[in-house]
């Protein structure tokens, strides 16, 4: 039973806080509770959720906050305003230092709704809903009619926004998804998340893995049936599961030491990269970076997923967070290969001209800036069928078996499909020490 401590339990208003240890998982936890006045977040309750992230971050410890707000309070005018602009503060100011966390009971419109981008993940009950401009408002601007759960409900931002990064059904749900996610994370920057126990060998033979991959090349696998086989008891936390499923992001450990997945999915769109798979990737080694977490990432992409409509829409801009991102980072970073990596898409996913530290590949790797086909064509545009079929193969043989890589020091190894588990759980140890020493500077400016 988690041990609870209440805080400014004397102040005004609807909002809570308490100081949590649960199981040696210490957090602050902030509560605002519209209830059935469907009142505003007054200035009282901001107060109160920044003096709750205040103390976290004083503490050093997770930050979570269950929120339900109908905007800021009307009858307060401009106090108001102020109110939930120092809890926006406050979470900014956790940001990069103290884990944040946001569960949203209920509805979150209007103002309070930017609260919840500022923190790192947002749990969403069955019955909740968010959005800035509502349901009367978008009808007036748009002609189009929508109610609350269609404009701002749970799937939505499961599926569309990429606002949730989990859905439960229930607070109680919420609060053991909390516990779980504690146990992968560090109480602060300043820390290390602590091991977990664990009775799976880390030299492990991965004998299975033969048959996820199919014969075809263009053949189509779950990557989470590869990342299952190489952690620790095959347990995942996948934050953002139904958003960028063209990238899995998870949380899993190696050897019981807590690590950040990012793979591609060859499920959805080839696992070709887009403009929300990058934002998802980018944020996702952001937080790893910031919170002491080592990296290991599955490469399996043909490029980025082409289109004028992306194009249109800033793929490069965006595209370039997810390369900034790895660039950043200086925690242990080791990548598997596992099949294609074309192009600029080998570069941003963790390469190993980008800092990587480790970097393997299966033999059934092709790593080449694009596919024989593709290449055939544009540097033999008037062969015909008979010359561009031996052209093709050629290049296949010459240039996209991964030993050319390794050749060049652009792969550590060649491995064993089989001996996946056990090279990773070494090379994390190997960096188990990495430090790696930063120039100085305010702060780097992230490609938005």
């Known amino acids: 039973m988690p041990t609870r401590v209440g805080l400014r339990t004397g102040t005004l208003g609807s909002s809570t806080s308490s100081f949590i240890d649960d199981d040696g998982h210490p957090y602050v936890l902030a509560s605002l509770q519209a209830g059935d006045s469907r009142s ?100 007036e601007f748009t002609g189009v009619p929508v109610d609350a759960n269609e404009l701002g409900g749970p799937a939505v931002h499961d599926r569309t926004s990429g606002l949730a990064s989990f859905s439960v059904a229930n607070l109680e749900e919420a609060g053991e998804l909390i516990a779980e996610l504690l146990t992968f994370l560090p109480s602060s920057t300043d820390s290390v998340a602590q091991s977990v126990a664990t009775s799976d060998p880390t030299d492990r033979s991965l004998d299975s893995v033969f048959g996820i991959l199919p014969d075809a090349p263009t053949g189509s696998y779950d990557v989470r049936d590869v990342i299952a086989e190489v952690v620790d008891d095959g347990i995942l936390l996948e934050p953002k599961e139904s958003w960028a499923a063209n990238l899995v992001t998870a949380f899993a450990t190696v050897g ?12 959805t769109v080839a696992g070709t990269l887009d403009i929300s798979a990058s934002q998802k990737g980018g944020r996702f080694v952001g937080f790893c970076d910031a919170f002491n977490l ?11 997923y082409p289109g ?62 694009m596919g024989a086909k593709g290449a055939v064509e544009i540097l033999h545009r008037r062969a015909d069928e008979t010359e561009r079929a031996a052209l093709q193969s050629d290049y296949e043989e ?11 020091g652009s792969v550590e190894a060649v ?34």
């Open 40 to 139: 505003g977040i007054t200035s009282t309750e901001g107060i109160d959720i920044a003096a709750g992230a205040k103390l976290a971050l004083d503490r050093r410890v997770p930050f979570v906050l269950t929120i339900e707000a109908f905007g800021p309070s009307v009858d307060e005018g401009i106090a108001a305003l102020d109110g939930w602009g120092r809890a926006a503060k406050s979470l900014v100011d956790c940001s990069g230092i103290v884990p944040t966390i946001a569960v949203v009971t209920g509805p979150v419109v209007a103002g309070p709704a930017f609260l919840l981008g500022l923190v790192d993940f947002v749990i969403t009950l069955d019955d909740s809903y968010t959005f800035v401009g509502g349901p009367r408002m978008v009808t």
């Open 256 to 267: 019981g030491m807590p690590v950040g997945v990012v793979a591609n999915q060859p499920q």
């Open 294 to 304: 080592p990296l290991l990432t599955f490469v399996d992409t043909s490029g980025f």
């Open 308 to 369: 004028k409509d992306l194009e249109w829409r800033g793929m490069i801009r965006y595209g370039a967070q997810l390369a900034f991102a790895y660039a950043r980072a200086s925690v242990p970073r080791v990548a598997v290969t596992l099949r294609k990596s074309y192009g600029g898409a080998y570069i941003v996913m963790d390469s190993k001209y980008i800092g990587n530290d480790l970097s393997f590949a299966w033999p059934s790797a092709e790593i080449a800036v």
């Open 398 to 408: 010459r240039l996209l078996n991964p030993y050319i890589a390794a050749e060049r």
């Open 415 to 448: 491995i064993d499909p089989a001996d996946t588990r056990r090279q990773v759980a070494e090379a994390f140890e190997i960096l188990r020490n990495k430090r790696e020493r930063l120039p100085r500077r305010r702060h780097d400016n992230l490609p938005l």
